[in-house]
């Protein structure tokens, strides 16, 4: 009884407390969300682009049809794809060599960490000065023999958002396995000495296994983080860059600057889906492993 | 042996400052560009536009990277103060964007920061129905793309006749649920026997929030301003797709049509842009760093 009335009034307190929070998020966030996804179902009215009639699943058809739509979504996959286990090997290795006693810990740490706060914005300037046509790499390479490459213009452009994503990320993911790091206790190396363990066993078995659940963070806020290099490729090369850093947010503002909603709902959709099943995949490997662990 | 590893030890840290100097190697080489004068800038950096695009290399109009400028001036620093430079606005100078972003900006830091703490003692501490997955409901939002809810945003925004001004941006600022997440990881470290003993002495909720929560938490609050900073200071989407009217655009998108007009100043404009961040951050490192490293840690 006592128990139950405890939980009652926790109830009505945090209702109380919640409320401003609430009322805000639902909204700006979750009816927005409900009601981008009702949309999707939708065909265009007649006299403007909202409240027509369901169509069921023809806006995804359509969509899937779309090549600008396919060259995004694949773009936005292979970004991630190949950045997101870049940053974490880059990192990890970082926090590692860290996790040691190394002089200068501090200078290199805040180094690592100084890019988190400077805008993008204020680097396009020297972005550009690096990777124009006549810019300073160029320049180099013509020095060396080689011939110009127009950095953004071609392949080479996706490699060069690559760069910028890491140089932003590798610091922040760095000093949260510097935690994890510090998290797993000595005893546990101290051991493994004693019954003679080899550094690569050790590594895999205790500071891997250990650093499990700060992998799985580490793993989720590289991918948000792959989403927002976005905001880099529009400075630098605004709503239609070269073909391959063409973004799934490109194609969704383009849609919305052509009024297209049926487009960009459907598409919206399709992505929140995909972050869905990602991170319950997460949720049921970590659940997997804490059992595992216990 | 000893040896060896002395060697190695100093092989591994030269290695390490390398890269630390690339890190901070932009806001070095913006700093140093920003007192130089807008002519040598324009000679060492020709723009693009002006040069012909064939396959034949000009080597007279290559760009050089340059430290150190030739004559220390603060030219450029003169000229971005200066009314007849701003591009969209004639009547007035750049420093108007300066404060569209200072006007954003700091009623969403203010604002999620008290409703934040909030909802993230409710999520941290109390228990009632539902709670877990009302914050898992939460997280998942976090993670989106900001364009997943561009056309219903926008609708709303309409409603509330927020279009095309500050508050388009500002209240979906305020709510976002980043700095629930956050918080609420701060929240959980504090003992729950705290909270039983000041309800014992008979503390309400209020006073447990004002008096307990909110003093144990203040590292991570200090870290959310400097995320929260670092992000909206440098929003770009909103701002592009809430305000039409480009004199109403905060300074990093300004910032953008500078360096597109005149190389000779974006360095100063650049330095000033990022001046505010890098002085939080030199003040607050140390909940930063916690901050941060704390919203990785598992309950």
Known sequence: MNIRKRLNNDGRVAAFFLLPSLIGFSLFYLIPFVIGTIYSFKGGAVGGSFGGSFVGFFNYKELLASSSFLKAASNTFWFTAINVPLVIGISLLLALYLHQTVLFKNVIISSFILPIVVPVASIVMLWQILFDWNGTLNSWLVNLGFSQIDWMKSDWSIAVVSVVYLWKNIGYNMIIFLAGLQNIPKDYYEIADMEGAGRFFKFRQITLVYLTPTMFFVLLMSIINSFKVFRETYLIAGDYPFDRIYMIQHYMNNMFASLNVQKLTAAASLMVLCILMLVFVFFAIERRYRRFMS | ?299
């Open chain 2, 1 to 299: 042996m000893k040896r060896n590893t002395l060697i190695r030890k100093w092989v591994l840290t030269f290695f390490l400052l390398l890269m630390a100097a690339m890190m901070v190697f932009p806001v070095v080489f913006t700093l140093s560009n920003s007192f130089m004068t807008e002519n040598e800038i324009s000679q060492n950096y020709p723009s693009d536009r002006e040069i012909q695009q064939d396959n034949i290399a000009h080597k007279e109009s290559f760009g050089h990277l340059k430290l150190f400028p030739e004559k220390f001036s603060f030219e450029q620093y003169k000229a971005f103060f200066d009314k007849k430079q701003s591009f969209i606005d004639k009547e007035q100078s750049n420093m108007k964007f300066y404060g569209n972003s200072v006007l954003m900006v700091f009623p969403i830091i203010l604002g999620q920061l008290i409703v934040a703490s909030l909802a993230a003692y409710v999520f941290g501490k109390l228990k009632f129905k539902g709670r877990d997955t009302l914050f898992l409901v939460y997280m998942v939002t976090m993670l989106m793309p900001f364009q997943v809810t561009l056309v219903p945003n926008y609708l709303i925004a309409d409603k509330l006749g927020l279009l095309n001004s500050f508050g388009a941006i500002i209240f979906p600022g305020v709510f976002g649920a980043f700095g629930v997440f956050m918080l609420r990881q701060f929240v959980m470290t504090i003992p729950y026997s705290y909270i039983e003993a000041a309800k014992i002495d008979g503390a309400s909720h209020f006073s447990i929030f004002m008096k307990i929560i909110l003093p144990l938490i203040r590292p991570g609050l200090a870290a959310l301003v400097v995320l929260l900073f670092a992000d909206y200071w440098n929003m770009v989407e909103q701002p592009l797709i809430f305000l039409d009217d480009p004199s109403k655009f905060p300074l990093s998108l300004y910032l953008s049509q500078i360096i597109e007009e005149t190389r000779g100043i974006g360095f100063a404009a650049s330095i000033l842009y990022m001046a505010p961040m890098l002085l939080i951050f030199g003040f607050t490192k140390k909940y930063l760093i916690k901050g941060i490293q704390l919203s990785g840690a598992k309950d």
